[in-house]
Every structure is written in C-alpha cells, then in structure tokens.
C-alpha cells in the first residue's frame, strides 16, 4: 500500500485535528475504472454536505471522471426519514439505468470508545459488503437530531463501491479519517477531499497519478 502520500497529506490537517485510522483496498482488486459515480455525504449539516459533494464533484470533473451529486439525484424528502431495504434496492436499480457504474459513499458517524471502534476498524478485511447495507446501517444520521449529542470524536469513512450491470456489487476501497473538536469545518472539508483523491490515486482507482518525466545520467 502506497501510504506516503497519504501520511503527507494528513500532516496538512493539524488545526482539524485529524488522524487517518485506515486506508484499505480489496485485494482481490488491482485496478477500478468508473464511467460515472454517484457522490454521497452523509451528515446531518446540510451546508457541509453541499460544500463536501460539490468539491468532490469538481476534482472529479477535472479528472475528466463524469460524477453527480446526491443533492441533484436524491428527492427532498429521501433522507428525512427511514427508509427501507426495497427502497435502497429501487435506488440502485435507477442507478443503473442511468449508466452509473459506482458510488463513493461518505459518513460521519460519532465515536463514544476510540479503542472498541479501532478493533471494530481491524476487523474491516472481512467485509464485504455494499452500499444498500452501509446506508441501511447508518441512515438515522440524516434524520436523527439526536445522534451527534454525545460524541467529541467524529469519524469520517468514505466507501468506493461498484454496482456494475453483471458484476457482484462490492466494497472496493474504504478510507476512515478521525477528526476530533474540527475548528474550521470548511478547511477540514477541502483537506479531506484532498485526501480522498490522493488515496485514490495512490490505489489506482478511478484515477490515476500524472506520469512525470525524469531524467536520468549514465
């Protein structure tokens, strides 16, 4: 795992005070192309699921990597409420009537135990699973006003998954960020995305590193 660049980066994080817990990429895959891919916040601020969605819409947009928001694809009323296994089933099925081949999927969740949460991270190469069970799982963050009472740790995950027609849907990479007490919501939002893609890179999914050119002496 290439993880230079990725330490490098966190380093720039200091004022959100910011730790990156997991950079994991199923090792059955080498390497991910997507056509077009659906962006997915999952938080309970509207403002920084629209700056967090539409930065990332951006860098994709530059990477020549067609994408959408969820903002532009969900109903209003989608992420007020619970909703159900057909429902997410029926979401995914629209997906790929419209050509879209893979979701990247972020969520702050709160953390109550650091050292519980990180066996729980450990155990994360035995899952497999995808996109329909991580938001039936974590779905109440949008709607319950309640649920970041407690914490002062916030952990943010973001999941790569592929619903390609004919293709098993999978989890195919996942990067977990701890980001305790953030002062500056926008700038821990820019540097996160930041890390996202430069994770990505590294792991040779959907994009790829610029060549560059050395010169070398005999």
Known sequence: ?????????IALMGCSSAELVENWKNPDIVLFDANKVLIVGMTQDEDARDDYETKLHKEFKQRGVESMRSLDLFDVEFTTAERSE?????VEQQLLDKDFDAILFTKVIGIENVENFRRSIDNLDRYYGGFEDDYLSHQNIYYDPEYY???TIYHAETS???ICEG???ELIWRGSIDITDPIDVKKTINDYVKLVIMAMEDQ???FRKEPTNEVTSL
Do not use: H, P, T
């Not at 795992?1 to 980066?9: P, R, T």
């Not at 057909?86 to 029926?90: K, S």
């Open 86 to 90: 057909q429902e997410l089933a029926d």
């Open 1 to 9: 795992m290439k993880k230079l660049g990725v330490i490098a980066l």
């Open 167 to 169: 293709k098993e849907r």
């Open 160 to 162: 790569l998954y592929c």
């Open 149 to 151: 009472n407690d914490f």
């Open 204 to 206: 040779d999914l959907i």
